[in-house]
């Protein structure tokens, strides 16, 4: 049996309610992923090795 909440808040409460959560949600997108604290941590990527071919075989001459 399902049971109904009876604690109720008006429309005006919830949209204030999450306004303030929207800010804080913004606020801390910002702080996480603000530019230059990740560019700080973030190191130069190394380029990629290449593998040197196997010398070549002299050519025989006919």
Request: glycine share 4%; net charge positive.
């Amino acid at each position: 049996m399902k049971t109904k909440n009876k604690e109720q808040i008006t429309r005006k409460d919830a949209l204030k309610k999450m306004g303030t959560y929207a800010a804080f949600t913004a606020l801390g997108t910002m702080v996480l992923l603000s530019p230059k604290a990740s560019q700080a941590g973030s190191t130069s990527p190394t380029p990629p090795k290449r593998e040197t071919p196997p010398p070549s075989a002299p050519k025989k001459e006919d």
